[in-house]
């Protein structure tokens, strides 16, 4: 029988443009520290590791998690690094889980980590171009990479598949509306590297064209930070709870899919986003939701671009397939509407340090469903070449 | 022959050896130039019957499964991974296919494809295949800007005069665009399709209003471009950039100059401009500046023309300052 897990501390550094400052080495502890602290525990008496970090080039060492483990006192117990494109940080906390739900250990940090922008182009003399030439380096080697993929084109290539199927709807007034609405909620996240940046939908629509059909107002940034939680299994959870007074958020559900990473007959389907499709429903199936529309209350999703998270939450079944905009038009997500998407700003304004990105979403849930005092969160992550993985988490707060 | 794309990475690349130190809070920070790389004498494996083909004989080659049939292209695998592994054998499909969805067009473009974009990429079902091919996209009619290839769209496959057995060694361009002796050519090559060369548009004739709208728009921008110069972070938008624009509007001309920080305009003519930069209308460049409309989508939708598609970097690097300042504007 497996056992429950839940999240029990958590803590993120701010998350910005660049960190001068500081190395990937001294972000992963500030984060560390401030999961431990919030649990009230010692970081000795956490048993296992587990690492997000998304890009070896972004570190630029082939094992980046090996120099952290012992910095943050983790010597000589297991610790083990997830990659899985801009996934990372969700299937990070799924493998967290499985651990420590299989009874494997009482307690594990789950810390995600990156450094992206030390990543220069001495060409344009500018980090931008170079940070999306390093992810480019994920592509399909043989066939794409040579060709001019990124990570913004091959999303691009499943919202205009998207797009071809459901003309009517992803209208970019809409979409304008939702970036400036993330804009809005990023005010209350101090942490956050864009949380000054309140933009008009006019002003979203007039930004530049980056690759059709995103504009730049519409795209996650590169960001440099770390997050991590606690978790621990039920009777841990429950005792380092009733020290530190923070209720325990229950990670009642965990999904995850990678589709096909190429189109065609029996390959993937390019105009849906089936991984989010299926990860949503063995999430719910675990936590045995059986109408998302009427359990889900806060969703932290991995918006790497406005028009994908408006699929995202199609797929997710919280909207029809054909009419996510629904989520402005019918103001399912606008301020007191049916759901709460992406408090925290999301990563088109909190920004993305990919291994640290989800993890930074649920420390986001946790902390709105303790203060808004709600039952569940969905907590999402998206990666790889055309939005091939996900992961979704199912958050309860009692 | 250009000696540097003989390179595996071209020197304009390569940083020199050194560091700097950027104080923060009355800190200083030691930042070093770096790199981390690999060289490869990387096999195409079983790819390489594929890509032989594609640089030899300029034929397209899938695999087809002995099993169910269903042809793969480009022939990822041996063995079909539907059909419990069956095995699979390589056969040729017709350079003649249709768009699977429609694609992206790429417009500010990782390092190693500035030079490329704007690019379409796609993916492509050949007939005689039922997988889609990724594959780069140009029109022959100048920049490609949304809704030329959609879904459905037929498009042809032409190969570069210049292969070397990687997938740059093709393209596609609409079927639309091509006579039906070059859609019917099997091994279409690129010199062998009309091009339209980049023409700088004819002015209209000027007239006296044409000139006092000149006037008008030379001053706001001139106005707009010593903010842009004083704003620390606009400055930041264009370090270690130079550049000399030459802005052909119908009421007169000015030059843009870009030099590692420092931006102004002036009415004197540059000695040997990077690029020109054409808009009947001087208020399309005066609007992007002020932040009212981006410069790159004028340049999309053919209200700005420019003379080197690749200096669409400078027009983002344009657009950048632009938003640095209304940015700079909100939170002072």
């Known amino acids: ?398 | 022959m250009d000696t540097e794309r003989e390179r595996v990475i071209p020197s304009k690349y390569i940083p020199e050896k050194g560091s700097h130190v950027e104080a923060i809070d009355g800190k200083e920070y030691l930042i070093a130039n770096d790199a981390m790389y690999t060289f490869y004498q990387r096999t195409k494996g079983e790819f390489s019957a594929f890509f032989l083909a594609l640089r030899d004989e300029k034929k397209l080659l899938g695999c087809k499964c002995l099993n169910c049939s269903l042809v793969r292209v480009p022939p990822f695998l041996t063995h079909c991974p539907d059909c419990n592994f069956a095995p699979t054998e390589l056969i040729e499909v017709e350079p003649v296919g249709v768009m699977n969805t429609t694609p992206p067009i790429t417009y500010f473009a990782t390092s190693l494809f500035q030079d490329m974009a704007p690019y379409g990429r796609g993916r492509v079902i050949f007939e005689g295949a039922d997988t889609a091919m990724s594959v780069n996209l140009y029109t022959t009619t100048g920049i490609l800007v949304p809704g030329m290839i959609k879904k459905g769209t037929e498009v042809k496959l032409v190969f570069r005069d210049r292969r070397i057995g990687e997938m740059t060694d093709v393209f596609c361009v609409p079927t639309a665009e091509l006579s039906p002796e070059q859609i019917k050519r099997k091994g279409l090559q690129e010199s062998e399709i009309d091009w339209e060369s980049p023409v700088e548009p004819a002015m209209p004739e000027v007239t006296a209003e044409d000139s006092a709208r000149y006037r008008d728009a030379y001053a706001e921008m001139r106005s707009i471009i010593e903010d842009m110069n004083r704003n620390e972070r606009a400055r930041k938008d264009i370090a270690g950039w130079k550049r000399e624009v030459l802005v052909k509007t119908k009421g007169g001309e000015s030059t843009i100059f870009i030099d590692d920080g420092d931006i102004r305009i002036d009415e004197i003519r540059g000695l040997s401009p990077d690029f020109v930069m054409v808009c009947e209308d001087p208020r399309t460049l005066l609007d992007g500046l002020a932040y009212r409309g981006a410069i790159t989508d004028a340049v999309i939708n053919k209200r700005l023309w420019i003379s080197k598609n690749t200096e669409f970097t400078t027009i983002f690097k344009l657009d950048r300052m632009a938003r640095s300042v209304a940015r700079s504007r909100k939170t002072s």
């Open chain 1, 1 to 398: 029988m497996a056992k429950r897990v839940g999240i029990v501390g958590a803590g993120v550094t701010p998350f910005k443009g660049t960190w001068r400052e500081k190395t990937y080495y001294e972000l992963a502890q500030m984060a560390a520290r401030e999961a431990v602290k919030d649990a009230q525990i010692d970081i000795h008496d956490v048993d296992a590791a587990f690492y997000g970090i998304y890009n070896d080039i972004f570190e630029r060492a082939a094992i980046p998690e090996h120099a952290i483990h012992g910095l943050l006192g983790m010597q000589d117990k297991f610790g083990i690094r997830i990659t899985n494109g801009g996934a990372t940080g969700a299937y990070t906390m799924s493998a967290a889980h499985a651990y420590l739900a299989a009874g494997r250990f009482k307690t594990a940090l789950v810390l995600g980590v990156e450094k992206a922008t030390d990543c220069f182009d001495f060409s344009s003399m500018s980090a931008t171009p170079e940070v999306i030439k390093s992810i480019g380096w994920s592509a399909d080697s043989f066939f794409e990479q040579g060709i001019g993929w990124s990570a913004s084109d091959s999303y691009a290539e499943v919202v205009l598949g998207y797009m071809d199927e459901h003309p009517g709807d992803l209208k970019p007034e809409v979409t304008a509306r939702i970036s400036s609405q993330l804009s809005q909620q990023v005010r209350d996240n101090p942490y956050a590297q864009r949380q000054l940046d309140q933009v008009t939908p006019e002003e979203v629509m007039n930004s530049r064209l980056v690759v059709y059909p995103f504009k730049e107002l519409e795209i996650c940034v590169y960001t440099e930070g770390a997050a991590a939680l606690i978790m621990a299994e039920e009777e841990t959870a429950k005792a380092i709870s009733r020290k530190s007074g923070h209720p325990v958020v229950w990670i009642t559900g965990v999904g995850e899919a990678n589709e096909h990473s190429f189109a065609g007959k029996n390959q993937k389907d390019m105009t849906r986003i089936m991984s989010d499709y299926y990860a949503s429903r063995r999430a719910y199936d675990m936590a045995g939701i059986e109408d998302p529309t009427k359990t889900i209350d806060i969703v932290e999703l991995h918006d790497a671009f406005v028009h994908q998270l408006e699929i995202s939450m199609a797929e997710f079944g919280l909207v029809p397939l054909g009419n996510a905009d629904s989520l402005i038009e019918d103001g399912l997500m606008t301020p007191g509407g049916k759901y709460i998407v992406n408090p925290c700003g999301g990563l088109i304004y909190c920004g993305h340090a990919v291994g640290a990105s989800n993890i930074m979403s649920a420390w986001s849930a946790r902390n709105e469903l303790i203060k808004r005092n709600l039952k569940t969160a969905l907590v999402h992550g998206t990666g790889s070449t055309v939005a091939q993985y996900t992961v979704c988490l199912i958050l309860e707060h009692e």
